[in-house]
């Protein structure tokens, strides 16, 4: 039995059942909230699954949204929140291997089977107070397993991006997957290249900030996903490296520990570049010889910014990841910098997360923090308005001087501020000068 939570949003989910029972509908709470309140959980949303029509849904609510009229689905805005409300349905021929090709409206029982797993398949009725279980979805909860509803293999082709949901759950419920889906999961593993890159980095991007981002990576590797996604993650395995620095084992040993290092719930740019961060040393390895990186940093910067790309990342993310990438040795030097280069490092946006990337990266090899501790200690020395100034120069004073924006302002507003923390202006009067002269001398003919 479920036990009712205090939450203003459960209450609402409520509200839009009643209603829609009291006009005379069909009306359950489906999907992945009751799994997660059976598992006395809080959900993160709530779904509504019914047997009336959108145009019905949108007559007996006063703020409704339509989102997909062909899939009897519409939204409904209660009290600053929104709940999907989806007509039971049943699908058929999946031909894209996403949208079913055909939708036919039913009852329950038949909209559970269309479902994904049997956990995600229950339905919740909040007025009466019981579990509607078309297909042994509690059983599953109660052992802990990950399985499709009715045939695996028909429910992977249906829709590719369930392989990736069924490691997402597992790895964030810790179950196991049930032999007969992984078996499916193993054999068509393939399909998830056909998934779209948005869909792919959203499923990414939920799987690398969950409660065990290594965790679900080591299952995608032991079902044959991982080097699918990322083949260049699967070319670290056999990169032997030297043993007084990396006990561990190969790349893809250390790779795997580091992210495993970053506990859970990392964010998504310092978890994507834990798991690039040495995504250079296989090429690096190939041309100057075993166990041997040059450039390894760079080279892995570039594949890095590839990677990002065909994951359609946002430019800014894509910029991220590259430079902690590129500069996740960066603190092997940490003890020979000049003081004015440390100010430019702890002002640096990503600096916090270059800091793990290096903790992590550290104990996942010959575990020496004595840089990172370094670099901590004399962050923590300088006062924060010396670390990280007010500009003395902005865009906005570029403008009022007379410049044009465009590509020349972002160079010289980083060399004007490079001076600034090297201490070699202090002033505005003086940033200003700098930056005359470095327009002047920037600017083309």
Same mark, same amino acid.
């Given at each position: ?77 209660? !009290? ?5 409300? +989806? ?8 031909? !894209? ?72 759950? +597992? ?101 994507? *570049? ?31 910014? !590839? ?39 702890? +002002? ?84 200003? *000068? ?12």
């Amino acid at each position: 039995m479920i036990q009712r939570p205090i939450d203003e949003a459960y209450e609402g989910a409520e509200r839009v059942v009643r209603r829609l029972r009291e006009a005379g509908h069909t009306a359950l709470l489906a999907g992945g909230c009751v799994r997660d309140l059976l598992r006395g959980d809080l959900p993160k949303d709530y779904d509504i699954a019914t047997d009336a029509a959108p145009e019905r849904v949108q007559a007996l609510f006063e703020r409704t949204l339509l989102v997909g009229q062909e899939f009897g689905v519409c939204r409904v805005l209660l !009290d600053g929140l929104t709940y999907e409300v +989806a007509r039971f349905r049943r699908e058929s021929g999946y031909s !894209d291997g996403r949208h079913p090709d055909e939708v036919t409206f039913c009852g329950p029982a038949e909209d559970a089977e269309r479902r994904d797993f049997t956990i995600n398949a229950m339905f919740w009725d909040p007025v009466e107070e019981r579990v509607l279980d078309y297909v042994g979805g509690r059983r599953d909860l109660a052992d802990r397993l990950i399985r499709a509803v009715g045939e695996p293999e028909q429910r992977f082709r249906e829709d590719h991006l369930r392989l990736l949901r069924a490691v997402r759950l +597992a790895a964030r419920l810790q179950f196991e997957i049930e032999p007969r889906t992984r078996a499916a999961i193993r054999a068509l593993a393939p399909l998830v290249t056909r998934v779209s890159a948005e869909r792919l980095q959203q499923e990414l991007r939920i799987i690398l900030t969950d409660r065990d981002p290594a965790g679900a990576l080591r299952l995608m590797d032991g079902l044959g996903m991982l080097g699918v996604v990322f083949p260049e993650i699967e070319d670290m395995k056999g990169c032997e490296q030297p043993e007084n620095y990396h006990p561990e084992g190969d790349v893809f040993v250390h790779t795997m520990l580091a992210v495993e290092k970053l506990g859970p719930h990392p964010d998504f740019e310092l978890a994507l *570049a834990t798991l690039l961060h040495d995504v250079g040393k296989p090429p690096a390895s190939r041309e100057a010889g075993p166990k041997r990186f040059p450039e390894h940093c760079q080279i892995g910067a570039e594949m890095a910014e !590839d990677i990002c790309r065909r994951l359609r990342l946002s430019n800014r993310e894509t910029e991220r990841i590259r430079w902690l990438v590129e500069r996740h040795l960066y603190f092997r030097h940490a003890t020979e910098m000049r003081e004015s280069t440390l100010k430019r490092l702890f +002002a640096e946006p990503g600096f916090c997360q270059l800091a793990e990337l290096h903790r992590v990266d550290a104990l996942a090899s010959w575990g020496n923090l004595d840089d990172y501790n370094f670099i901590m200690r004399r962050r923590r020395s300088i006062p924060e308005e010396e670390r990280e100034p007010p500009r003395l120069v902005t865009g906005d004073d570029l403008i009022g001087m007379g410049y044009e924006p465009g590509p020349l302002f972002g160079k010289v507003l980083k060399r004007v501020r490079d001076a600034q923390l090297e201490g070699e202006v202090s002033t505005p009067e003086e940033a200003r *000068a700098m930056a005359r002269r470095l327009a002047e001398c920037l600017s083309p003919e």
